[in-house]
């Protein structure tokens, strides 16, 4: 039973560029959450996916949108990508919101 | 607005008991986790509460007084592999879809 799968695992990118980051969630979840850690601190809840649509949104910016597939795996994206959005970028899925299970996320660092 | 405190790090000694602290202010209150996160690595469920008391699994346990917006962790026979970051997250009452979450507390352990 595959658990929920990140890619990719590390990731370099430059000022100003874009970014997509994928998820695929744990079988039988349904909910994607997408969260920025910062080295030293807690996860920052980004948006949360469900039946494809955005349910919620935490305090960022426009450059971050993402999306959610039918088969429920997700994307997110960044455009003008910023040093301050260097981070492990994590993803968790869960059924119906309840219970996570974390990815290994994607550590991303932009220069 | 919404708030979780834990101390920044924690050194005990192996086969020791610890006790990690918490507290909470947020707008509501939907539950309580604890997560193990090891440098690095995605955040691996630990321990739920929503009600007062206890949650006993093992070598570890979980307090929780919502009156007093406060949880502790306790890890009992301390193991090295218990080095880790453990992070307290809430669920606030006001967003069932999202949590909020301390910036961890980093345990080390010493033979």
């Known amino acids: 039973d595959a658990g929920v799968t990140q890619s990719p695992t590390h990731l370099i990118k430059t000022r100003g560029q874009q970014v997509t980051l994928r998820c695929s969630p744990k079988?039988?979840?349904?909910?994607v959450s997408w969260y920025q850690q910062a080295l030293g601190q807690g996860p920052q809840f980004i948006f949360q996916?469900?039946?494809?649509?955005?349910?919620q949104r935490g305090n960022f910016p426009d450059r971050f949108s993402g999306h959610q597939f039918p088969n429920y795996s997700s994307e997110l994206n960044v455009n003008a990508l910023l040093l301050g959005d260097s981070a492990l970028y994590l993803c968790a899925s869960s059924f119906r919101g309840d219970g996570y299970t974390f990815g290994s996320g994607t550590r991303l660092t932009v220069v | 607005g919404q708030n979780i405190d834990q101390p920044t790090e924690m050194t005990a000694t192996e086969g020791a008991i610890v006790q990690i602290n918490c507290t909470y202010q947020?707008?509501?209150?939907?539950?309580l986790f604890w997560y193990q996160q090891h440098a690095g690595e995605a955040p691996t469920f630990l321990s739920y509460n929503v009600l007062d008391g206890l949650e006993e699994k093992g070598r570890f346990s979980s307090f929780l007084s919502r009156s007093k917006g406060y949880s502790y962790l306790l890890l009992k026979e301390l193991q090295m592999k218990d080095s880790a970051s453990y992070l307290c997250?809430?669920?606030?009452?006001?967003?069932?879809?999202?949590?909020?979450w301390g910036a961890g507390t980093k345990l080390i352990i010493k033979p």
């Open positions: 079988s039988g979840h349904d909910t």
């Open positions: 996916y469900y039946e494809e649509e955005e349910r």
């Open positions: 997250a809430v669920r606030p009452e006001d967003s069932n879809y999202q949590l909020i």
């Open positions: 947020t707008s509501g209150f939907n539950g």
